[in-house]
């Protein structure tokens, strides 16, 4: 373990001490890859060193999952209990909360599960103060709640970034626009199909070789960045990384003027709140909800007003991922997948009310939708197939509808 946080401090140093040119890029590459693999090694040590670290049991409910990360003494635990109601420790010393305290949201019916995780100190990434649990078990969660304290400095912001950074969660991002195929033969084949900037052929024919990846394929269809690269190629490792929506809730506004927190509320995906006075609790919620971008379909069946009361809700997380037909008639149950002829449809994602679609038809929020059953007529011709005349009635005998096979050749003429 020692030798490991050496190695990694030996990198970062490294790293940091070689500029960024053209010139140095094929070897802040080689560097880059080697310090990847050692924070792989260190946060998945082999089963003779004791095994990967496990998060904090903590059953998976609900229709999303926010964790709140934080310094100790921020207001996590405050902020959950003014959320969900459920009472969570909470004193003027540091660490008060001391293991995963969950909690439900109930807002626009639906079930957010709130997790309220110990506070991290720096080298949590390390393992330094059980960060490596909460880290594990915030990989787990749809969203990031980031709790800062608005009477400090952006220090404290810069620092819990770079420790979740480390562990391969990747705030306000999305996948690279990187494909990476092996193949069995043929080499190194690079193509892009935009400008680079940053990446080039040599540079990643560089970081490659250090993944031992000879015969491959990449296509770059964006202007991506070296650690960009690398986390494409990380995709298939032991800790593959993790793309996650994340919030920065200021706290402990009712401490500032009204200039510094029109300042605060300003920047990208900040919200300041006043969990003593209960300031801007409501507004918390409502950005909530539209980062989370949760879609509520309600049922309807056959000659009944919809049901209103507990909807199919469909996230960006869960399921196939998608926000079509087929994900909602799955969340239902798959069974219904081999007996579904179509849908109708009510609401905004339709021209008309109501609409026939299909499985790959798009849903919006507050959509209901009625799902249409095959007869058994219609299923049995699924079952075997459309009848062309291609086969004799009662059978699967092959049969020609023209009735050529029958004619004898005539013989040819001398």
Known sequence: MV????????????????????????HLGELKAKLCAARREL??????????????????????????????????????????????????????????IPGVIHYNDCKIQLLDLPGII????QGKGRGRQVISTARSADMIIMVLDATKDDAQRLLLTKELNDVGIRLNKHRPKITITKTKAGGYKFNSTVPLTELSSEVCYTILHQYKMFNVDVLVSEDATLDDFIDVLEETGTAPRVYCRCLYVYNKIDMLSISQVDELARRDYSVPISVNKKLNLDGLLARVWQELDLRRIYTKKKGLFPDFEEPIVLTAQRGDKTMTVQNAVCLLHKSLLDEF?????????????????????????????????LTQAEKAKKMHGKKTGTTLAGGNTVADPTGKKDEKKKPLKS
């Open 3 to 26: 030798a490991i946080l050496e190695k990694i401090a030996t990198l970062e140093l490294e790293i940091s001490r070689t500029q960024k040119n053209k010139a140095t890029a094929k």
């Open 43 to 100: 946060i998945s040590p082999d089963k003779a060193g004791g095994g990967k670290q496990q998060g904090f049991e903590v059953q998976k409910m609900g229709d999303s999952r926010i964790a709140l990360i934080g310094f100790p003494s921020v207001g996590k635990s405050s902020l959950l209990t003014a959320l969900t109601g459920v009472q969570s420790e909470a004193a003027a010393y540091e660490f008060t909360t001391l293991t995963c």
């Open 122 to 125: 720096t080298g949590a990434a």
């Open 341 to 373: 002829k179509s849908a109708l449809v009510w609401g905004g994602s339709v021209r008309a009310s109501p609409q026939v679609c299909g499985l790959k038809h798009e849903l919006q929020d507050e959509d209901v939708m009625q799902i249409q059953k």
